[in-house]
Structure formats: C-alpha cells, structure tokens
T-cell receptor, first 113, second 112 residues
Framework: QQQVKQSPQSLIVQKGGISIINCAYENTAFDYFPWYQQFPGKGPALLIAIRPDVSEKKEGRFTISFNKSAKQFSLHIMDSQPGDSATYFCAASNPGGGNKLTFGTGTQLKVEL | DSGVTQTPKHLITATGQRVTLRCSPRSGDLSVYWYQQSLDQGLQFLIQYYNGEERAKGNILERFSAQQFPDLHSELNLSSLELGDSALYFC???????????FGPGTRLTVL
C-alpha cells in the first residue's frame, strides 16, 4: 500500500514536444506529491509539488495534473528542451509516516534535437 | 545548490568495515532524512531525525544507525559492510511543519 508506481521507465521526446510521466498510488493517506529531477552524479532536486485538494499546478513549463478519485498524478513538461534530459521521480508522503517520501522507480527522459 | 551539504562525496572501503557519512541540513531546518539509492531498490527512505530525536524509521538494516547532534548535523553509520551496501546515500532536510525536502549531493559508497 505504500508503493508509488511510475511509468514509463524511459521516454524520448523531440525538442519542443510535451513530455508526460505518470504515477499512481494506493495509500489514500498520502497528502503531498512532489516531483524530483535528478541529473547524473547529483542529488534529486525538487521540481514541483501538489496537494490532493488541487487538481492542477503549473510552474513555468512544468505542470502537475492530479486525479484524486483515480489516485493518479502526472508531470507534463511543455516545450521540452535538451537541458530537461534527466531522470524524474514522483513521490508521495503522509503525515503519519513522518513525512518520509515514498518514491516511484524513476523515468529517464531524453529530449532530442 | 540546495543548501544541504554531505561529506565525503566518495567513499571506497572493504567488506566488513565501518564508515560514517555526514550531513549538514539547510540553515534553520530541523529535520534530516536519510535515503539510499541503488539500481535494484531505487530511492528508499532509511531514517528521519527531527531536532535530535528519531522521528521515523524505514527499512534500515540493523547494521546501520544514525544520530543528529545539537548543531543539527547528522551522521549515518554503516557497519559490517557488505558488497550490497554499495549505493548512493542522500540526506535531505526539511523545515518545521513543511512538507518540502531538499536533497544534498550525496555520498557514493563503494564496498569492495
């Protein structure tokens, strides 16, 4: 019940295209859903996050869509750029767990010219 | 730069040895979280400290322990090391009442 399932495992998008990464969860106690971006040799960097009382959050080219009834959320990267090539992780936390993050398995995104 | 620092950046040691990883949280953050990242297990939560007290525990092995000191820096101690302990170890810090966690650059541990 603590799992967060992420897909796809890898994604290739053309420059200027839209990258979409999906996550699903089972634990309804989760109340915070962040996305992290990780470059090789670096730590995960917080990209954008959403709470379950909001269906969408947008920050620049990054948008989270959240479907509470389906227990799914997704990251959309608009106008994808080669510099966006990285591994993206979705995560979830619940207050009963000390706000520890449960991570998805990651998506390797490559944006081609 | 997240403001979280970790030392050392790389650590190479032998099986059976003991190592200590160090983390300094962002200024003002009281929470420190430790995570392990490996190819087969992904990013896994190990343990959390808040203002010197253990707050939550994940699937942390008994050979591993951690503590948070009065100046809020934290240390993760790994003993009786095995080949399978080779991984990236990250700490993250968070503020009181805040959900956001900010990760350090990590320590890459290689056990030979």
């Amino acid at each position: 019940q603590q799992q967060v399932k992420q897909s796809p495992q890898s994604l290739i998008v053309q420059k200027g295209g839209i990258s979409i990464i999906n996550c699903a969860y089972e634990n309804t106690a989760f109340d915070y859903f962040p996305w992290y971006q990780q470059f090789p040799g670096k730590g995960p960097a917080l990209l954008i996050a959403i709470r379950p009382d909001v269906s969408e959050k947008k920050e620049g080219r990054f948008t989270i869509s959240f479907n509470k009834s389906a227990k799914q959320f997704s990251l959309h990267i608009m106008d994808s750029q080669p510099g966006d090539s990285a591994t993206y992780f979705c995560a979830a936390s619940n207050p009963g767990g000390g706000n520890k993050l449960t991570f998805g398995t990651g998506t390797q995104l490559k944006v081609e010219l | 730069d997240s403001g979280v620092t970790q030392t050392p950046k790389h650590l190479i040691t032998a099986t059976g040895q003991r190592v200590t990883l160090r983390c300094s949280p962002r200024s003002g953050d009281l929470s420190v979280y430790w995570y392990q990242q490996s190819l087969d297990q992904g990013l896994q939560f190990l343990i959390q400290y808040y203002n010197g007290e253990e707050r939550a525990k994940g699937n942390i092995l008994e050979r591993f322990s951690a503590q948070q000191f009065p100046d809020l820096h934290s240390e993760l101690n790994l003993s009786s090391l095995e080949l399978g302990d080779s991984a990236l170890y990250f700490c993250a810090s968070g503020g009181t009442g805040a959900k956001e966690q900010f990760f350090g650059p990590g320590t890459r541990l290689t056990v030979l």
